[in-house]
């Protein structure tokens, strides 16, 4: 199997600082905290024993895909996780979030090039988290907002405890194009062979402040990793 995406998929701030920490992912982990998909699948069949690759990176968006994808189709692979978008829209401000034309477009030409390069390949589309959430549960806390001051996502954490019509309504412009985002993601994967949208799943899941990392408060925990995992596995496939 193989995982495309961004730092939430990379694992990032479940270790040391915001660095990756692949072995708590929700997809590709293999440590103590997390329960990730390939563990589960190790359990149906032994053979998958270290043939699980982890292409996340940090800061990578819709536009990066492509170029995972194609690094992707080299191991040959019979499954592939993607979770991608939330960097689309946690940008400097709302006007730089990324058109959701564009989105699709990037969206559409990495399962392309999955379809292509790896025909047989089951095909995971995950929904991005309800980014909208981050700022509910940690606005009132002071370790977040001290944290999201240094500049996390401020697109939508910006003067994190202002409640200002200008403040809440930027908010709301991120809470809707990420709406247009999975919009999207659903829509490709409907267009493409293999693939299966987890349904929203991961993005209704109203998540509390013990699912994000006390690094950032914006990456999941070990916690928040564990029950991705769980909810993208039950959206997900039946395996035999």
């Known amino acids: 199997m193989v995982a495309l995406g961004d730092s939430i998929t990379a694992g990032a701030a479940t270790c040391f600082g915001t660095a990756p920490c692949e072995r708590n992912s929700w997809a590709t982990g293999n440590g103590h905290w997390v329960t990730s998909h ?35 189709v080299r191991f040959e ?7 991608i978008g939330a960097n689309d829209a946690c940008r400097d401000s709302v006007d730089e979030m990324t058109d959701p034309g564009t989105f ?25 988290p309800d980014l909208y959430r981050l700022w509910e549960v940690g606005h009132t806390l002071a370790g977040a907002v001290a944290v999201w001051s240094l500049g996390v996502c401020p ?15 930027r908010r709301q412009q991120v ?18 062979a293999n693939c299966r949208y987890d349904g929203g799943a991961v993005h209704r899941f109203q998540f509390e402040i013990e699912h994000l990392s006390g690094v950032d408060y914006f990456h999941p925990s070990t916690a928040g ?3 991705l995992s769980a909810i993208t596995w039950e959206a997900g496939y039946t395996w035999p």
């Open 38 to 72: 390939y563990e589960r699948l190790r359990e149906l069949n032994p053979a998958i024993d270290g043939n699980a690759h982890n292409l996340a990176s940090l800061g990578a968006d819709s536009s990066d895909l492509p170029d995972q994808a194609e690094a992707a």
């Open 77 to 83: 692979p019979e499954y592939v996780t993607i979770l």
């Open 104 to 128: 699709r477009q990037n969206i559409d030409e990495a399962l392309d090039i999955l379809n292509e390069g790896a025909p047989n390949a089951r095909i995971l589309v995950v929904s991005i």
């Open 155 to 169: 697109s939508l954490l910006e003067n994190p405890e202002s409640t200002a019509a200008a403040d809440e309504a």
């Open 175 to 192: 809470a809707e194009r990420v709406d247009a985002y999975n919009a999207a993601l659903e829509a490709s994967c409907a267009s493409h």
């Open 225 to 227: 990793q564990d029950r």
